[in-house]
């Protein structure tokens, strides 16, 4: 696989409670979200300006920072005695073209393709499953010794972290001789970068599992974003 580091847009790391949210938070109201959460941006789609005016929004009042500078992250989901580790980085998608397939539907793809033509980027993460390596577990474990960048606990009860990654050419190098398995979530959004010859922000994990594909384990929207290109 072809990857990556990428500019971000993401929340201080003080406010990322408040803004990170599952992807289809959206879809409950009822459950109540703060001002700053990114389940309001997601909640204007299909309306073009109105995507653009929530994460303008959430920039103005400091929710959202720019990260000009090239990077990956380390990620990790746990919740009930289950977690998850991936690598947060982009991805070219030409190297996952026989699991894009049956990866979303014809109505889930035209959403994704309205998102990036609205917003210039994702909305939402994906997740691949990835085969497995040990050169690549020890980098995560490196990595994560470190002070995370983010840990919080979600509303739901899982606990989301992500670390900064120190040495990004290693991760290059490494997963340059792996392949990916599965396409867990965010299918929909790959096709669109596909369809569009732009790469996508994934996360690339060993060891997610269908339980990462919904639920308290799926990684957070608004989060780590892909910054739009100028």
């Known amino acids: ?22 992807p289809d938070a959206h879809l409950n109201p009822e459950l109540g979200f703060p001002p700053a959460s990114f389940a309001h941006v997601l909640a204007k789609r299909p309306d073009p300006a109105g995507i653009l005016a929530a994460v303008q929004h959430l920039l103005l009042t400091g929710a959202l920072e720019v990260d000009r500078t ?66 690549v577990a020890q980098c995560f474990v490196l990595d994560s010794n470190d002070r995370p960048g983010y840990h919080f606990v979600s509303h739901d009860g899982s606990t989301h972290s992500a670390w900064v990654v120190r040495n990004p050419q290693e991760y290059v190098e490494l997963f340059g001789d792996l392949n990916a398995e599965d396409v867990l979530c965010g ?24 339980h990462a594909s919904a639920g308290p384990l799926q990684p957070r929207a608004g989060m780590l974003i892909a910054r739009p290109a100028e």
């Open 1 to 22: 696989m072809r990857i990556s580091p990428t500019e971000f847009l993401r929340p201080p790391k003080q406010r990322a409670v408040e803004v990170a949210c599952a």
């Open 70 to 135: 090239p990077g990956m992250f380390v990620y990790r989901a746990a919740h009930g005695g289950r977690k998850w580790m991936g690598l947060v980085c982009s991805i070219d998608t030409r190297d996952l073209v026989p699991l894009l397939v049956d990866a979303a539907t014809p109505e889930e793809i035209r959403m994704a393709e309205a998102d990036r033509a609205a917003f210039g980027a994702q909305l939402v993460p994906c997740l691949v499953k990835v085969e497995g390596s040990d050169d």
């Open 187 to 210: 299918g929909a959004e790959l096709m669109a970068a596909h369809l569009a010859g732009a790469p996508a922000l994934a996360i690339l994990s060993p060891d997610a599992d269908t």
